[in-house]
């Protein structure tokens, strides 16, 4: 992980490039988001600080792009841009929860848990009756489970511990989470009603209106992704406080899509930074981009002339991608004792790559591929839908519409 002092600096060697290109790690404070945040055509940035900013009635939107498009990063610098207006409580589902057994009870009860820990974080006065209610009703549902309990001088404080250990089991035993879900599912108003009770207690406190942003859930499975969108939208959008939830870019191609999208209030996509035109020549503009998010972290002298044009090449569009390989080039560029990376080792990156995709694809999904690639469109079917999650097609948007093409890395594949 960085040092504070070096968050803000170009990596003037591999070593440093190695931790700043750390994929797992997207931009969130405002010294990263100010030195490395490259912005991209067609944002919605602008458009959501608006649409939550001018409406009165609580907001829940759905915030979709390809896994990988940036969406963390860009929710963080939304979280910035409403700071003087919102009490903003961001949090990935994946740090505190089981992204393979996930229940609609469970990413209610961590948004409700969210807003307690950020509340005892940042000093907000909140009534001391209302904290006990919380608190008696977190050790109603949880009675049977051993959970250590401990005195404390302020109520908040006690309740903030206990709710922290309560989540951390839910998140790591699945006995737990059966357990709490039996207790919590039939006595969910109650939770909700917390939850509205918590939220309008910190706007009377702060002054502030409050934005919770629920980060990582379009990483579920599709299947348990849309048991949540599709079969309990109602107890995601029934919280008296603004919302956005990361939502899968594949489920917008599923039957139901319409039916998910008309109990939330927006959806908006995040486009990938493009590559290519529609009729395949190079977008130039959407390619200066990403060798911006390269050149930002990085000292140019690191890359010889070609190597940078051909990690944006083969990321695709996506941030995220293009980290990964970088990354990789900065290991293979140090095991070979040079101090540059160049196309060398960029293609030794995308090969490996490109490996994890030929072990992954099936012969089936590398024919529907071919069609994706001659039709610039994929299919409203679950065979699409898979090829959509797992990158290996790509959504591209720009002034002249929306088309799909295959992720670079993957084309050579199409050739065998």
């Known amino acids: 992980m960085l040092s ?74 939304l979280a910035l841009l409403l700071k003087d207006h919102f009490f903003v409580v961001g949090y990935s589902v994946k740090n505190v929860l089981n992204l393979f057994d ?3 009870v469970d990413v209610v009860f961590s948004l409700a848990a969210e ?22 009703f977190a050790k109603e549902v949880s009675k049977e ?42 006595r969910l108003s109650d939770l909700l009603e917390n939850v509205d009770l918590l939220s309008r207690e910190i706007e009377r406190a702060t002054g502030q209106r409050v934005l919770v942003i629920v980060e990582d859930l379009d990483k579920a499975d599709l299947i348990r992704a849309r048991e949540l969108f599709y079969g309990h939208a109602l107890s995601l959008t029934s919280p008296a406080c603004c919302a956005i939830y990361t939502f899968p870019t594949a489920l917008r191609h599923d039957n139901d899509f319409i039916q998910i999208r008309q109990s939330f209030s927006e959806l908006v996509v995040l ?9 395949g020549s190079p977008d130039e503009a959407g390619l200066a981009r990403l060798q911006q998010i390269l050149t930002l972290r990085a000292e140019e002298r690191l890359f010889t002339p070609g190597a940078s044009a051909e990690l944006v090449k083969w990321s695709g569009g996506l941030a995220r991608e293009l980290i990964i390989l970088a990354r990789q080039a900065c290991l293979l560029a140090m095991e070979a004792e040079k101090r540059t990376i160049d196309e060398g080792v960029v293609a030794q990156a995308a090969t490996r790559m490109r490996i994890d995709y030929e072990v992954l694809l099936t012969s089936q999904q590398l024919d529907l591929l071919r069609g994706v690639q001659d039709g610039k469109r994929v299919e ?11 990158l290996s097609a790509l959504e591209y948007r720009n002034d002249e519409g929306v088309w799909y093409d295959v992720h670079p890395i993957v084309r050579a594949l199409l050739q065998e």
């Not at 409203?380 to 797992?390: I, K, S, V």
Request: net charge neutral; charged share 30%; proline share 4%.
């Open 4 to 77: 504070e002092r070096q968050d803000h600096i170009r990596a003037g060697t591999l070593v440093q490039a190695l931790n700043i290109f750390d994929p797992e790690r997207p931009l969130r404070t405002e010294q990263e988001l100010r030195h490395y945040f490259v912005e991209r055509a067609m944002s919605p940035l602008q458009e959501v600080a608006l649409l939550l900013q001018h409406t009165e009635r609580p907001q829940k939107i759905l915030f979709t792009g390809h896994r990988g498009s940036g969406k963390s990063t860009e929710l963080g610098k």
């Open 102 to 104: 996930v229940s609609y």
């Open 115 to 136: 807003l307690i820990r950020a509340a005892t974080e940042r000093e907000v006065r909140v009534r001391e009756e209302l904290l006990r209610h919380i608190l008696d």
């Open 145 to 186: 489970l051993v959970i250590e309990d401990r005195a404390e001088a302020e109520v908040g404080a006690a309740l903030n511990f206990y709710v922290v250990k309560l989540q951390g089991k839910v998140g790591k035993e699945a006995t737990t989470r059966t357990l709490v879900r039996e207790k919590v599912e039939p």
């Open 271 to 279: 486009p990938n930074f493009p590559v290519d035109h529609r009729d």
């Open 380 to 390: 409203n079917d679950e065979h699409h839908r898979a090829l959509l999650h797992n």
